[in-house]
Nanobody
Framework: QVQLVESGGGSVQAGGSLRLSCTYS??????MGWFRQAPGKEREFVAA????????SYSDSAKGRFTVSRDNAKNTVYLQMNSLKSEDTAVYYC?????????????????WGQGTQVTVSS
């Protein structure tokens, strides 16, 4: 069982920045993803990173504003979010994927954190 704990959420004004962290308890590394869910909406893909950190993937809305990275020595994955917009308001979740290929679909992720709230005010 892999436990994931997100932190770093909060309230920020539009145009501001936040860095989310996800610490995972595991003896091995996994491909990791970030998803978000706004009220009344489906959970959607934001970004993902391979085990080594050598490859990343972003949603169109995140590209150019968000950066996913990881520090395997600390068992932590990060999501740096810049130029935040009100539409970025959501609960953000990190997830671990046991497969080899980097995925954007939430159905392929095996373990999930509890989420952290991000609120962007305009």
């Amino acid at each position: 069982q892999v436990q994931l704990v997100e932190s770093g959420g909060g309230s920020v004004q539009a145009g501001g920045s936040l860095r989310l962290s996800c610490t995972y308890s595991a003896r091995t590394t996994y491909n990791m993803g970030w998803f978000r869910q706004a009220p009344g909406k489906e959970r959607e893909f934001v970004a993902a990173i391979t085990r080594s950190g050598g490859s990343t993937s972003y949603s169109d809305s995140a590209k150019g504003r968000f950066t996913v990275s990881r520090d395997n020595a600390k068992n932590t994955v990060y999501l740096q979010m810049n130029s935040l917009k009100s539409e970025d308001t959501a609960v953000y979740y990190c997830a671990a994927d046991l497969s080899v290929v980097l995925h954007r679909s939430r159905g392929t992720y095996n373990y999930w954190g509890q989420g952290t709230q991000v609120t962007v005010s305009s």
